[in-house]
């Protein structure tokens, strides 16, 4: 194997693990949204999950950049350059306006009184499903990208 396919291959497992936890979030998030025990037990879940979206992330970025050092004819592809630029506009999203809006609802779910969810804490549910919705649709434009390479 060359360098270049060891990087790929580590891209590859990074995207897997990184990717799925990712999309694995919300829907462990989603069990959390009917009571505050409940809710309190997927921020336990979703904070180990967390770890390997964020690791992966960083090995996706790290192994990407390598491939472009081993393999400069990449920085001439345009999808390799707008996989990176999707990467970069994609960030300010999964790392602050996400993890910033699950920590408000994790202050209302600390907060509660009882066992029922606050119409404050659905409606940030709703604004983060959004946010992931956007961030999902990133991750497929990628693959997509990556995989057919169409310019």
């Not at 270049?4 to 979030?25: D, E, K, Q, R, T």
């Not at 907060?111 to 549910?125: E, T, V």
Request: charged letters at 15%; glycine letters at 6%; one cysteine or more.
């Amino acid at each position: 194997m060359t360098l270049y396919g060891a990087f790929v291959l580590i891209h590859v497992i990074a995207a897997v693990v990184g990717l799925g936890a990712s999309f694995g979030m919300p829907v462990v998030a989603k069990y959390g949204s009917k009571s505050v025990s409940n809710a309190k037990l997927c921020f336990e879940i979703n904070k180990k999950i967390e770890k390997f979206a964020k690791i992966g992330s960083l090995v996706l970025l790290a192994s990407a950049i390598l491939m472009g050092i081993v393999n400069p004819h990449l920085w001439t592809q345009g999808w390799f350059i707008a996989s990176l630029v999707i990467y970069f506009l994609i960030q300010p999203i999964v790392a602050a306006i996400i993890p910033k809006t699950v920590e408000k609802q994790v202050q209302i779910v600390m907060d509660s009184k009882g066992n029922s969810l606050s119409d404050d804490y659905h409606q940030l549910d709703r604004k983060i499903a959004k946010l992931n919705m956007v961030a999902h649709a990133a991750a497929i434009l990628l693959i997509v990208l990556m995989s057919t390479k169409p310019f």
